[in-house]
Structures are given as structure tokens and as C-alpha cells.
């Protein structure tokens, strides 16, 4: 081939890419010569470009990338040598936030670095955080089925049944109110120690069961004390008063008195002379057997119901106090108190 001048050769056609196999005349010699001319490929080139020629001693910079050789990118002002990075964001938005990761003091590509767009989950692995977690309001979902806490913090463990919470010395639930389910029964196995302002005493006992209403609450009926005829529902507390000024028949709400429960009711007569007793009686549902008052009322007092309850003097107060026991509700009274 006769020598051209590089003007001379025949540019590459439009429909053809530089490849692998292009040649490249290079004068190879010493530094002071003669030299040679000599033939590279394409390929050549770029290995020698990024890989170097150790034996030959020359590029590449160790800055350059190839096995074992580190990535930098050098974006320092001329002649300051302070890395400036911009933050991705949507003012720096490379694609929807695409990311590359660099570390800000040098530009060394990092390990794992990649540039792509972020994506709905990114494979954290065992990654392990350095400072508090700020989720910025938003939820953790999909966790599994246990999350266990270090320093023997116990865990939570949560399936299609249940949420367990384990922890070897307390747990502890604060708040002015806590709610554990709607109508299910809670079961606590164990001492159990209740605690606050208005709590005073201790519950104790291999067994101790408290069903249906129960509650110490002083609750006023609240009926007309002309009224005569006056409904008792248990459910409303285990002490309860009213005022009568007419002979008085209080009904037990039906359903409402259960097996092993007490009620105590004080009853007042309002009449202001002694003499003015008024009659009262006790009955539960429609039945009026089912309340049993001693045979003894029937002989001390003339003013007693048929079934022996006592009635009211004037300007007194009677305290009535039934017990329930095998569907019939056994009844007291202490008579007279000058209240």
C-alpha cells in the first residue's frame, strides 16, 4: 500500500461502526528512538487505555478504572480541589431521583454504587442503621411474623390468630384509658395488681370470679317517690337508694340479678311524722316468691308485707340487702335509721 497522508484515506461510511478489529499505525520505540511503525486494533487500544501494560510501565493513572483500580470522579474547581455535589432531588432530578453513590470527600465510587431509577424495594438484606429510623409518618407494612428487640427486650410475634407480646420481666401499657377488645373476655393468668388514685385495697385468691354487674358505685334510682310502683335494675350498680313518700313496690329488672350477686338499697321515707310508715315490698320479674325474707318479720312488725318485708317509719331509712343464691334472692333488712 503506497503511503497517504491520513487526508487521504477513505472515512468510515455512514452505515459502518468502529470495531474491535480497526487498525491504527503507531511509531513504537524508545524515547530518544529510532522508531517503528506499527499496527493496533481498536481493542488494543482500550485494554491499553484501561487496563495498562505493567510490563511496559506506562498508562494507565491509577485514578482509572480496571481490576483492582478505584473509580473517581474529580468535579473540584480548578485549583481548590473541594469536591461540590448537588443532592438528588427533584431540583436535581436525573431520572425520577436517579442516584449514583459517591463518597463527597474524594468522588470514589462507592461499593454496590449503581445508577438507576429508585424502585419499590431495593433488597435492604441485614442492612443496619447507624441513627433513629425517621419514617416520616408513614406505615411499615408487610413485616413478619416476629420482631424481636435486643438487650433481652422480648418480642411481638403476629399471625392470622393472634398478637403475642412476650417480654420476661414487665410489660408495661400507659394511657388514662386502654380498651382490650369489644365483647371477647379477657383472661389474666397470675397476681394481678391494680393500682391507682382511686384504688384502695388488694385482690387476692387461687380463685376469684367476678361475673356480670358489679359495681360499687352509689347509683339514685331516681324515681318519683310518689310513684308506687318502682323498677331495680342490678346492672345500674350493687348500691342503690330511692325516696318514697307512698306505700312502694320495687320489681327486680328481669334477667338482671345473677347467681352469687348482692345488692344493698337504702330506702328513705319522706313523711315528716314517725307514725306516717309506708308498706314496701320486693319482687323479681313477675314472680313475687322468688324474694324469701325470714319467717321472724312476719311476728315482730304488723306493718311487713305478706312475704315479711318491712316497711318504713316516717323520716327513716330502712336498708334492704338481697343476696342470690340458687334462682331465689334471700333478703335482710335493718329498720329505723334516723336519716
Known amino acids: 500500500m503506497a503511503n497517504k497522508k491520513i487526508s487521504q484515506l477513505d472515512a468510515i461510511p455512514g452505515n459502518e461502526t468502529v470495531s474491535g478489529t480497526y487498525l491504527y499505525p503507531v511509531g513504537a520505540g524508545s524515547a530518544l528512538g529510532p522508531w517503528q511503525t506499527k499496527k493496533l486494533t481498536t481493542n488494543q487500544i482500550a485494554s491499553y487505555i484501561f487496563t495498562g501494560d505493567s510490563a511496559g510501565g506506562g498508562f494507565p493513572a491509577m485514578n482509572l478504572s480496571g481490576q483492582g483500580k478505584a473509580i473517581y470522579f474529580n468535579n473540584a474547581a480548578v485549583g481548590v480541589g473541594t469536591q461540590t455535589w448537588n443532592d438528588t432531588s427533584s431540583a436535581a432530578d436525573g431520572y425520577n431521583y436517579g442516584y449514583l453513590m459517591v463518597r463527597r470527600s474524594d468522588g470514589l465510587l462507592t461499593t454496590g454504587s449503581g445508577i438507576a431509577a429508585p424502585v419499590g424495594g431495593d433488597d435492604l438484606g441485614d442492612h443496619k442503621a447507624t441513627q433513629p429510623l425517621d419514617m416520616q409518618d408513614n406505615s411499615i407494612q408487610a413485616v413478619g411474623p416476629l420482631i424481636s428487640f435486643q438487650d433481652g427486650g422480648g418480642n411481638i410475634g403476629c399471625d392470622a390468630n393472634e398478637l403475642e407480646v412476650i417480654h420476661n420481666v414487665k410489660i408495661k401499657l400507659d394511657s388514662p384509658t386502654i380498651q382490650i377488645g369489644a365483647e371477647d373476655l379477657s383472661i389474666i393468668s397470675g397476681d394481678l395488681n ?130 342470690v343464691m340458687n334462682e331465689k334472692i334471700f333478703a335482710s333488712a335493718v329498720t329505723g335509721y334516723d336519716y
Open 194 to 323: 391494680a393500682r391507682s388514685a382511686n384504688f384502695v385495697g388488694t385482690v387476692t385468691g387461687s380463685a376469684l370470679k367476678i361475673e356480670g354487674a358489679s359495681s360499687h358505685t352509689v347509683t339514685d334510682i331516681g324515681a318519683s317517690s310518689a310513684a308506687g310502683a318502682i323498677n331495680v335494675d342490678w346492672t345500674d350498680g350493687n348500691i342503690q337508694y330511692q325516696q318514697i313518700g307512698v306505700n312502694t313496690v320495687f320489681t327486680f329488672t328481669a334477667g338482671t340479678p345473677a347467681p352469687g350477686q348482692t345488692l344493698t338499697m337504702y330506702v328513705e321515707n319522706t313523711q315528716g311524722n314517725f307514725n306516717n310508715l309506708r308498706t314496701v315490698d320486693f319482687k323479681s320479674g313477675v314472680a313475687t316468691d322468688r324474694v324469701l325474707w325470714s319467717d321472724l318479720n312476719k311476728t315482730l312488725d304488723p306493718h311487713v308485707s305478706s312475704a315479711g318485708c318491712p316497711g318504713v317509719s316516717g323520716a327513716r331509712t330502712n336498708v334492704y340487702t338481697f343476696v
